[in-house]
C-alpha cells in the first residue's frame, strides 16, 4: 500500500550510533516503519557477529506469516538503543539499523529452517483444529 520513504534524515543520524567500521560496511539504507498484523508483515530475526566496538549486531529483516519468517528482504547492522521491551501492543522499539550490501545466508538459512518448521506446525494445527469442527 504505501511504499517506504527513504529516511535520510534517519541514516544520517545512525552514522553517528554506529562505528565507523559497521558504517562502513552498510548502506545508508533503512528499513523505514517496522511493523506486524496479527504475524503477518515485516520482522527482524536473529542475532549474529556483534560488534565488539559499537555493539551492534547482523539481524535480518523477514516478511513474515503468522510469525514465521517466509521471505529475507535484507540483512542489516542493528542497534537497540533502550532494552528491548516485550509486551502486547508494547512501546515501540527505538532501534537503527543500516542495510548491508548483501543477505547474510550463514544468518538466513537456519532462521528459514527453523521458520519453515514453525510454519508447517503452525498450519497443520490449524488444518487439524479446522477439521473437527
Ligand atoms: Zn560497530
Known sequence: MSDIAPSSQRAVASRAIFCAHCVAESTDRTPGAISTTNGIGRKFYGNAMPCPECGSVIRT??????????????????????????????PRQQFYSRRLPDLHWQQIWPTWAIGTVAAVLAVCAIIAFGGRR
Not at 510469525?67 to 501492543?89: D, M, N
Open 61 to 90: 529483516l523477514w516478511w513474515c506469516f503468522i510469525e514465521a519468517p517466509v521471505i529475507p528482504l535484507g540483512s542489516y547492522r542493528y542497534k537497540t538503543l533502550e532494552p528491548e521491551t516485550y509486551g502486547f501492543l508494547g
